[in-house]
């Protein structure tokens, strides 16, 4: 389907409060430790390219940032090919996503058109389960939603029906949610965004009924959904009518409540000076936005090019502004294109959501066993969003003879970790009474609580010469002797 085409049919219906977008057709390393700074000489390791401090007891390490591009968990561009529902995803490809693209997200758009007035059959939700058993193979995440048709007629079902087939899709929801990276509300209308709909208040016009309608739906979709997942609303305005118009802050961000679970996608960044129809009140929800963002999810794509709206300057800025995490990169071409041109899309490209990197670590040289091991740890957020999804962190040693793992938790959260800001983490961790005595390497580990196994799903740091990819470990550079 062609989205352009599309718009230039439904321009007569852009106002203030209209919405007219439619959805998306994007081995161990080892090195020297690092010593004490105590006598305030500082060299660099010519090996490493690390700074190092002099001879002691504790050492501080500098660590060399990278600009280069690398697939990372739950950030991004992002793949969308096709109807989720019709089109089997392909392991092989979607592995070439990852290992050739630096892809590590696709999207999901599962219709359900068949099913307006009946439960959905047990065939279609095999075909999710298929869907999502393939993303899972492939080390991937899935951008989900549900719709029930692509047609401007909106033939979607009603309130009741939506109900009844999000009790069927829960156990799905629970089952593999940790590979769904969020969902998008969905369900309401025309490619589920919720503006052409016979159920719910059509093309702009919405009763306070049709309120309580959608909103019967959203809260539905947070309880079937495990409530460590976001959902995402296409507009402000979608969130500010039905929850509230105040951003959500820092006390209540991450608690499970429905404003703290609830984020936003656009699906016609820059296309237009309202994004055809995404804001109502640039002079209040941009403010809203920015501020919200802060601690939910954000991510869509763009549709139409709109120079010089479209452009580099305004893409730079509104998607760090609006902390984007993820984007397609299938839609649309002209758009992606031109930023291609204007210099900005690698730039663009590696700053989408988290992009975590180690600036300097502190470590002691020896630790008893039963005692303390205290560890800070300087790191910098360059990208344009923090992880929001629950992860991981834990500080690792590692037996240098034996190879033995041994993983202490941190208790810092890594989705504080604020976009363009620096962080520490400070901390001293108990070294367990059992750790045989010995030389070890510190690493730092961010895996994702549910797919720990799976080093893919681990967090990469943005530096030179600390990423092990068969352990899913960064190393910190450093040894301490355990006695």
């Known amino acids: 389907m062609r989205k352009l085409a599309r718009y230039l049919t439904l321009l007569s219906f852009l106002g203030a409060s209209t919405l007219v977008a439619p959805s998306a057709a994007l081995a161990a390393i080892t090195a020297p430790s690092a010593t004490n700074t105590a006598t305030t000489v500082t060299h660099r390791n010519p090996a490493t390219g690390f700074a190092q401090g002099g001879a002691g007891g504790r050492g501080t390490v500098t660590y060399s940032p990278t600009?280069?591009?690398?697939?990372?968990?739950?950030?991004?561009?992002?793949?969308?090919?096709?109807?989720?529902?019709?089109?089997?995803?392909?392991?092989?490809?979607?592995?070439s996503y990852r290992t050739g693209?630096?892809?590590?997200?696709?999207?999901?758009?599962?219709?359900?058109?068949?099913?307006r007035t009946s439960p959905i059959s047990q065939a279609a939700l095999d075909q999710l389960q298929q869907q999502l058993d393939t993303v899972r193979a492939a080390g991937?995440?899935?951008?989900?939603?549900?719709a029930y048709t692509t047609s401007t007629d909106g033939a979607d079902a009603a309130k009741d029906r939506v109900l009844a087939h999000l009790d069927q899709l829960k156990p799905y929801l629970n089952a593999n949610k940790d590979v769904i990276?969020?969902?998008?509300?969905?369900?309401?209308?025309a490619w589920g965004e919720w503006y052409y709909t016979q159920n719910f208040g059509n093309a702009g016009t919405v009763t306070a009924t049709d309120w309580a309608n959608r909103k019967a739906v959203v809260d539905k979709l947070l309880s079937v959904l495990p409530s460590s997942r976001m959902v995402q609303l296409r507009t402000p305005k979608f969130k500010r009518t039905l929850y509230a118009t105040t951003p959500v802050g820092s006390g209540q961000a991450y608690g499970g409540s429905a404003v703290a679970r609830l984020g936003h996608h656009n699906d016609?960044?820059?296309?237009?000076?309202d994004d055809y129809g995404t804001y109502e009140n640039a002079a209040v929800e941009y403010p809203y936005l920015e501020a919200d963002t802060s601690y939910v999810a954000m991510g869509g794509e763009t549709c139409n090019p709109n120079p010089p709206r479209s452009d580099c300057p305004t893409a730079k800025d509104e998607l760090s502004r609006f902390h984007w995490s993820y984007l397609n990169t299938d839609y649309h071409t002209g758009v992606l294109g031109s930023w291609s041109a204007g210099g900005c899309l690698a730039e663009i490209t590696r700053s989408l959501g988290y992009r975590l990197a180690l600036r300097s670590g502190t470590y002691p040289s020896t630790?008893?066993?039963?005692?303390?091991?205290?560890?800070?740890?300087?790191?910098?957020?360059?990208?344009?969003?923090?992880?929001?999804?629950?992860?991981?962190?834990?500080?690792?040693?590692?037996?240098?003879?034996?190879g033995a793992l041994h993983r202490l938790p941190l208790s810092a959260d890594p989705r504080r970790w604020a976009a363009g800001a620096t962080s520490t983490i400070s901390q001293t961790v108990t070294v367990p009474a059992s750790l045989p005595a010995g030389r070890y390497a510190l690493l730092l580990g961010l895996p994702d609580p549910l797919l720990s196994a799976r080093p893919e799903y681990s967090i990469r740091l943005a530096n030179e010469g600390v990423w092990e990819p068969a352990t899913g470990l960064n190393d910190l550079r450093h040894t301490v002797t355990i006695s």
């Open 140 to 146: 991937l995440k899935m951008i989900l939603r549900f």
């Open 268 to 273: 016609c960044f820059l296309a237009s000076p």
């Open 181 to 189: 990276y969020l969902m998008q509300a969905g369900f309401i209308g």
């Open 367 to 402: 630790a008893a066993r039963g005692g303390a091991l205290p560890v800070t740890i300087t790191l910098r957020n360059d990208g344009y969003a923090a992880p929001f999804n629950p992860r991981g962190l834990e500080l690792v040693l590692r037996n240098t003879s034996t």
């Open 67 to 95: 600009t280069a591009d690398f697939p990372n968990p739950e950030r991004g561009l992002y793949h969308h090919t096709g109807d989720c529902d019709k089109n089997d995803f392909s392991l092989a490809t979607l592995q």
């Open 101 to 115: 693209q630096n892809i590590s997200l696709v999207m999901c758009v599962f219709y359900l058109a068949e099913f």
